[in-house]
């Protein structure tokens, strides 16, 4: 998350309130969310990713390289996706 709201150059009061969190508590509460001080239901994180661009997946992804591997699967065609997916799993077959 925090990767994500710095890429777009987001401070985290303005992550808060593009997420519709009241300006005066919204980067306190960004902030206990990044620290993970305080967990975020599903519709709070989905706000969160609509907010910054990003897959609810991404946000719960548990390792940066996941995080990158779900963001850019993403940017691709169905077709493409499809296409990827049987190689990959044709490639895990073979392990």
Same mark, same amino acid.
Request: net charge positive; hydrophobic share 40%.
């Given at each position: 998350?925090?990767?994500?709201?710095?890429?777009?150059?987001?401070?985290?009061? *303005?992550?808060?309130?593009?997420?519709?969190?009241?300006?005066?508590?919204?980067?306190?509460?960004?902030?206990?969310y990044e620290r993970a001080v305080h967990?975020?239901?599903?519709?709070?994180?989905?706000?969160?990713?609509?907010?910054?661009?990003?897959?609810l997946a991404y946000l719960y992804a548990?390792?940066?390289?996941?995080a990158e591997l779900i963001q850019e699967?993403?940017?691709?065609?169905?077709?493409?996706?499809?296409?990827?997916?049987?190689?990959? *799993?044709?490639?895990?077959? *073979?392990?």
């Open positions: 998350m925090k990767e994500a709201r710095q890429v777009l150059g987001m401070s985290q009061k *303005k992550l808060g309130v593009a997420m519709g969190l009241p300006e005066d508590v919204a980067g306190v509460r960004i902030n206990r967990d975020c239901d599903t519709e709070t994180a989905q706000k969160m990713a609509k907010a910054l661009g990003v897959s548990e390792t940066d390289q996941l699967f993403g940017r691709l065609t169905a077709k493409e996706q499809k296409e990827l997916l049987a190689k990959v *799993k044709e490639r895990s077959a *073979k392990s």
